[in-house]
């Protein structure tokens, strides 16, 4: 198994940055395609950013492309969001998860993802 922690989130003004961060443990994480979500109160989890194991391939919602930024340092063990112009809609517990399967594409949808971090909060103020 693998054990995800999540730290980096806060509040911040409309227009500001934060880079979240993802550290695991256990099992060897760099070989795990990895995933961030997010959730708003009252709306379902939805599909933010994933790098393949490698890094070399990244997927990013509409809604964020251009603005984040997913990374991954396997060395480290650590998979970073950078999060820039940040907006109100923004606001949510975001999730980091990692695919132990090893499956193919852009790895969209929660089902595809098989260890959760325990999420951290951003609050972006308007």
């Known amino acids: 198994q693998v054990q995800l922690v999540e730290s980096g989130g806060g509040l911040v003004q409309a227009g500001g940055s934060l880079r979240l961060s993802c550290a695991a443990s256990?099992?060897?994480?760099?070989?795990?395609?990895t995933g961030w979500f997010r959730q708003a109160p009252g709306k379902e989890r939805e599909f933010v950013a994933s790098?393949?194991?490698?890094?070399?391939?990244?997927y990013y919602a509409d809604s964020v492309k251009g603005r984040f930024t997913i990374s991954r340092d396997n060395a480290k063990n650590t998979v970073t969001l950078q999060m820039n112009d940040l907006k109100h809609e923004d606001t949510a517990v975001y999730y980091c998860?990692?695919?132990?399967?090893?499956?193919?594409?852009?790895?969209?949808?929660?089902?595809?993802?098989?260890?959760w971090g325990q999420g951290t909060q951003v609050t972006v103020s308007s």
């Open positions: 256990g099992r060897t994480f760099s070989v795990f395609p």
């Open positions: 790098i393949s194991w490698s890094g070399g391939s990244t």
């Open positions: 998860a990692a695919d132990l399967v090893g499956r193919a594409g852009s790895l969209r949808s929660p089902v595809d993802y098989d260890s």
